[in-house]
């Protein structure tokens, strides 16, 4: 699983116990998730269908560092299923699992359709895809993201 993205948690993302607040961790997820999706379609025209059980495993505070991972688990021919885990940057402790979010790839009139993908597409290969002109290029800051995990 590829771990793509940290989040600082602030004093606006707290519940009144002083941990995490779920709604907002659940809205960073679906975004990266969403993100991953439109990655390995190729395609802006993600939505989210399908969500499994949520597990909230451990708490976060004001100050952790944390980090969202995906990973795709199953190609269909017209949805993409993913698994989902965030956990502390430092520690490494589990904080959330999704074990299944499923999106479904839309045409240009909303109506699902194939997306001809079989198996996950690494960054190298999309480095690939945006040098033929395929997918189009990233913003410098996303180039970043990708050069640093090219390098893990
Ligand atoms: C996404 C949407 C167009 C799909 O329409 P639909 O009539 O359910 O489409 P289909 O029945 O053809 O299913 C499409 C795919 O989703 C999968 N799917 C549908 N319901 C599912 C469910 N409950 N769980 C898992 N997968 C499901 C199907 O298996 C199919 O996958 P496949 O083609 O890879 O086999 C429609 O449900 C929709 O617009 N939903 C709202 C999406 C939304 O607004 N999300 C929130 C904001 S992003």
Not at 103 to 108: I, K
Not at 117 to 144: C, H, M, N
């Amino acid at each position: 699983m590829n771990f793509h993205t940290r989040k600082w948690v602030k004093p606006e993302d707290l519940n009144p116990n002083g941990t995490l607040f779920g709604g907002s961790l659940l809205r960073w997820i679906d975004e990266e998730a969403a993100i991953y999706a439109i990655s390995q379609l190729d395609n802006q025209r993600v939505v989210t269908k399908f969500m499994s059980e949520i597990n909230f495993v451990s708490s976060a505070r004001q100050g952790d560092v944390i980090e969202l991972g995906m990973t795709a688990t199953h190609f269909g021919r017209t949805s993409l299923t993913l698994r989902a885990e965030v956990r502390n940057k430092i520690t490494r402790k589990s904080i959330l699992t999704v074990e299944k979010m499923v999106f479904v790839n839309l045409d240009e009139n909303g109506e699902p359709a194939l997306h001809g993908r079989t198996q996950i597409r690494y960054a190298d290969e999309l480095f690939e895809a945006y040098r033929r002109g395929k997918v189009e290029a990233p913003t410098a800051s996303e180039d970043e993201a990708r050069l640093e995990e090219l390098m893990h």
